[in-house]
Antibody
Framework: EAQLVESGGGLMQPGGSLRLSCAAS????????MHWVRQATGKGLEWVSA???????YYSGSVKGRVTISRENGKNLLLLQMNGLRVGDTAVYYCVRESQGDAFDIWGQGTVVTVSS | DIQMTQSPSSLSASVGDRVTITCRAS??????LNWYQQKPGKVPKLLIYAASSLVSGVPSRFSGSGSGTYFTLTISSLQPEDFASYFCQQSYSRPPYTFGQGTKLEIK
C-alpha cells in the first residue's frame, strides 16, 4: 500500500529555518512527481512546491526564494527546506503524490508548522 | 495564474438530498479538473479526476462533469458520511496547481 509519512514540523520563531521530511513507501518513489501542500487552520488547501521525476522544481509565489524542495530517490525521501519563516507559513504541511492522471492521489497525514514569537 | 472559484462556499442539506457544487476556472482548463473531499481533522481524499473519472472505491452517488471553465460535483443522494468540505483543483496550467477555496457541506 502506498504511504507517505511526514516529519520535521514544530514551533519556530519568525525568521527561523525548518526542514520537513516525507518518507515514501509502497510504490516506486522515483517514478512520481511529488508535492507539498499546506493548509492553515480552518482554511483551504494551498499548493506550495513540487519536484518532478527529473528533479525539476516549482514553487508558489508565496514561498519562492525561501523554500527549497529536493528528493533522495535512493532513500525514498522528499524534503522541504524552509528558511526565513513567517507567521503566515503556519499550517499543516502535507506531502502528496501526483498520480499518472495529474491528480493528487496519495496524501501523508501532515506535519504541523507553527511560526510564532 | 489560473484562478478557481467554487460556489457556494457553504451549503446546508439533508440526508437524501441531491446537491451540486460548482467550480469555475478563470480560463479554459479543458477537463484538467480534480475534486477532493476532506472530513474534519482528516486528510484530503481524491474523489474525481479529469473532471468526471471516479476514483476506484468512491461511491457512485458522486459524479463530476464539465469542461472548459465550468465544472460541477454532484452527490445524488447525500449520506451522513458525505458531510465534509470539498475542493476543486486545476491541473492544466501548472505551477501553481490551484485549488478552489472549498465548499463546506453541513447537515441541515
Amino acid at each position: 500500500e502506498a504511504q507517505l509519512v511526514e516529519s520535521g514540523g514544530g514551533l519556530m520563531q519568525p525568521g527561523g529555518s525548518l526542514r520537513l521530511s516525507c518518507a515514501a513507501s509502497g510504490f516506486t518513489f522515483s517514478s512520481y512527481d511529488m508535492h507539498w501542500v499546506r493548509q492553515a487552520t480552518g482554511k483551504g488547501l494551498e499548493w506550495v512546491s513540487a519536484i518532478g521525476t527529473a528533479g525539476d522544481t516549482y514553487y508558489s509565489g508565496s514561498v519562492k526564494g525561501r523554500v527549497t524542495i529536493s528528493r533522495e530517490n535512493g532513500k525514498n525521501l522528499l524534503l522541504l527546506q524552509m528558511n526565513g519563516l513567517r507567521v503566515g507559513d503556519t499550517a499543516v504541511y502535507y506531502c502528496v503524490r501526483e498520480s499518472q492522471g495529474d491528480a493528487f492521489d496519495i496524501w501523508g497525514q501532515g506535519t504541523v508548522v507553527t511560526v510564532s514569537s | 495564474d489560473i484562478q478557481m472559484t467554487q460556489s457556494p462556499s457553504s451549503l446546508s442539506a439533508s440526508v437524501g438530498d441531491r446537491v451540486t457544487i460548482t467550480c469555475r476556472a478563470s480560463q479554459s482548463i479543458i477537463t484538467y479538473l480534480n475534486w477532493y473531499q476532506q472530513k474534519p481533522g482528516k486528510v484530503p481524499k481524491l474523489l474525481i479526476y479529469a473532471a468526471s473519472s471516479l476514483v476506484s472505491g468512491v461511491p457512485s452517488r458522486f459524479s463530476g462533469s464539465g469542461s472548459g471553465t465550468y465544472f460541477t460535483l454532484t452527490i445524488s443522494s447525500l449520506q451522513p458520511e458525505d458531510f465534509a468540505s470539498y475542493f476543486c483543483q486545476q491541473s492544466y496550467s501548472r505551477p501553481p496547481y490551484t485549488f478552489g477555496q472549498g465548499t463546506k457541506l453541513e447537515i441541515k
